[in-house]
Structure formats: C-alpha cells, structure tokens
C-alpha cells in the first residue's frame, strides 16, 4: 500500500508545469527535423541511439534537479560556490546559447503558421511572440505559462501518435533493433546529439529552476523533485519515439523524405493534403513552448548578476522574446549567430555538470544530504559524452569562418 501523502492540485500543476516544461523546451523545430533526418538514414536502429540517449539524459537530469534542488540554489549559484566565477561564465553561455536559439524557435513558429494558413513566416513569428509576452503580462502568468506549456505538449504528443498510427511502423523490427542495432558504432553521433539536445544549454534546467522558485527545495522534497526529473525525459523520450516511428512507418516503405524539411513531407506522407497543415500545427506548439521556455530560464540565470534582474524578472522576459522577434522579424534569421550558439551549447553540459557533481560531495552546498554513487557514476558518463559532443559542436565555427 502507498503511505505517500497526495499531491495537492497545485503540486500536480507545479509537477506537470516543471515536466513539461523540460519537455518542451527540448522538443522544438531542431528536435522534429534532427528526429526525420536520423531516422531516415539508419532506420529501425535509430531506436538504440533514442534509447541510449534517454538512459544518460535520465543521469544527467537526475543530477542536476536533485542537486539543485536540496541546495536550493540555482545553477549558476552552485557553480559559483565551487569555483567563485565559474557561474557567471555559465550564465553568459546560456543566456547568448537560449538567446540565439529563441531566434530560431521563433522563426520555426512563423513557419508553422505559415504551413497551416499561408501567411508570411514574419507575421507568424510575430503572432508567437505576442501569445508569449501575453503569457508573462498575466498576473499569475506563472500558473499560465504551466498549464499552455502542459497543453501544448499534450497536443504534440498527440498528434504525433496519430500520424505514427496512420504510417504504419515495423513496430517489431523498431523494438529488435532497440537493443541489436545494425553497426552500432555508427549510431555514436546520434546519441551524442540527441543527449545534447535534450539536456544540452538551458534545457536541463528550465524544469529545476520552476521548482526552485516554487519553493519545492530541500531534503523533503527530493522524492517529488526526482519524479518531475524523470517524467521530464520520458516525456521527450515518449515524444521522440512517437515521431521515429512515424518517420520509420514513411521510409520503410522507400519513400524518400523532402531534404528541405523532413518531418514536414513525414506528415504529408502519412496524411495527404491536410498533412501540411496538421505538421503546421505541431511545429507551431513545439516553436511556442520553446519560445516560453527559453526566455523563462535565461532570465532565471541572469538573476544571480544583480538584483534589477530579479526584481523586474518578468520584464527582462518579455524583453528576451521581444528582441528574439524583432531580430527574425526584420533581419531574418542570423545563421552565424546560431552556429555560434550551437557551439556554446555543447559546451555547457559539462560545464554545469561537472559543476554539480563537484558540489554534490560539498556540505557548505548540499548539507548532510548524501548525493548516490550511482547517480555520481551515470553523470560522469554523461560528461564525457557531452565533451565529445561539444568538441563536436565547435566544427560548427569552422563553418562559420569559411563562409
């Protein structure tokens, strides 16, 4: 029998907000197109690099939320507290990182508006960034921002299903190769882009930083802090697994995918005409809730730098997704500034970990708490999976110096 005592209404909010909060923030227009693109070129052996990457995004996240969450302390305060400096470089990276990745999540929501009613991308990205200044406007746009983000979700996930239904998948072979992969060295680079994707920059700690600024720190709360951390990846996980077997339901019957956007030409595979207008819909959810969430856990990172940030957090928020707008709006989209991005990006991961493994053995942080040895062990393994992914990242910038 379960002695555990029930969630209130507002602890399910606050749990389901900080879920899928991560979650979305993670599944973005980069996530559906990187998602396409594997699937296509290895098949039903992707599924091995999707059910890798969610065993060290689990390690990874476990880490950081429970670590965070009995110092409660935000990221770049624990990283201060090892090395007096270290979080204020940390805050810079994912503050220019979330910045830059804003830009294209914005475009992403005008492309899907465009998808769905034809109408320039510009006015699209306008209309989204209006929806997520709206939200913070909101006197209780906190509770807001939980509930849009959790229906957002929840409609990707289920439109997604749909499509995998419609497809038709080898749901058989999917599950064999899970575990027996056909040259399971080559699938290295896609677990390594997908750890970076889903718990990459500020992705791991848009979930933490709701918590901890609900107040939902401290020994007592770890139990209810892990579950949030794990249902956050399985969340991504189920939503990754959907679209791979929609995808894998397309090419498995020879059908070659639109390079120029392939989970766009996925949905209209599996449903006809309506297909692009439905796709339009799931980019536009997936654009908005990263919109939400990117601006939402930059700003929490710039609270730390003075108290103008804290006390006017929401403004600095809506200044974030105005600027992001108005940059796509009127000058497009800034590929060097991405590529850069992409680069910081993958660098962060171990940064912030390596940080919080350090601090997880450090009394003056974590008090009496004893941080599990196993835990210690899978975010090590996520490290060096993350350094190989940023040294990765970093031949971005050799394209940015040829171009």
Do not use: C
């Amino acid at each position: 029998m379960d002695n555990k005592p029930k969630m209130t209404a507002m602890q399910r909010r606050l749990l389901f907000g900080a879920v899928f909060l991560m979650a979305t923030s993670s599944i973005g227009p980069a996530f559906l197109t990187q998602t396409s693109v594997f699937t296509e070129q290895f098949l039903a052996s992707f599924a091995f690099a999707i059910l890798a990457s969610i065993v060290i995004d689990i390690g990874a996240q476990l880490n950081i939320w429970r670590v965070l969450s009995v110092s409660g302390k935000r990221g770049q305060d624990v990283a201060n507290d090892v090395f007096p400096g270290l979080g204020y470089v940390i805050a810079f990276f994912i503050v220019l990182g979330g910045f830059a990745f804003n830009i294209g999540n914005v475009a992403g929501a005008g492309l899907g508006f465009n998808a769905i009613f034809g109408w320039d991308p510009r006015i699209g990205a306008a209309l989204a960034g209006v929806i997520a200044i709206v939200v913070f406007l909101l006197k209780n746009g906190r509770a807001v921002m939980d509930i849009i983000i959790q229906i957002l979700g929840v409609l990707m996930i289920g439109i997604t299903a749909f499509v995998m239904i419609k497809s038709d998948p080898p749901y058989g072979e999917a599950a064999y190769r899970a575990v027996m992969p056909e040259e399971p060295l080559a699938l290295f680079l896609p677990v390594v882009t997908l750890v970076g994707g889903t718990v990459g920059g500020y992705i791991t700690f848009a979930g933490v930083h709701r918590l901890i600024e609900a107040g939902m720190t401290g020994r007592e709360n770890l139990g209810f802090v892990s579950r949030a951390a794990n249902y956050g990846i399985l969340t991504t996980g189920v939503m990754r697994i959907l679209l791979f077997l929609a995808v894998l339901g397309v090419v498995s019957g020879g059908v070659a995918l639109d390079p120029d956007n392939p989970p766009a030409s996925v949905f209209q595979i599996a449903l006809g005409d309506i297909g692009m207008q439905v796709f339009g819909i799931v980019l536009v959810a997936a654009a908005l809730s990263s919109v939400i969430g990117s601006a939402y856990t930059s700003a929490s990172f710039l609270k730390s730098l003075h108290r103008v940030f804290d006390e006017y957090n929401n403004i600095v928020i809506i200044s974030f997704i105005v600027i992001s707008t108005i940059i796509f709006t009127f000058v497009g989209r800034p590929v060097t500034l991405l590529i850069l991005a992409g680069a910081f990006n993958g660098l962060i991961l171990p940064l912030t970990l390596g940080a919080v493994l350090v601090a997880s053995r450090k009394k003056k942080v974590v008090g009496e708490y004893h941080h599990p040895t196993w835990m210690i062990v899978f975010g090590i393994i996520a490290i060096i999976i993350t350094i190989i992914a940023g040294v990765m990242s970093l031949q971005g910038l050799q394209d940015l110096w040829v171009n």
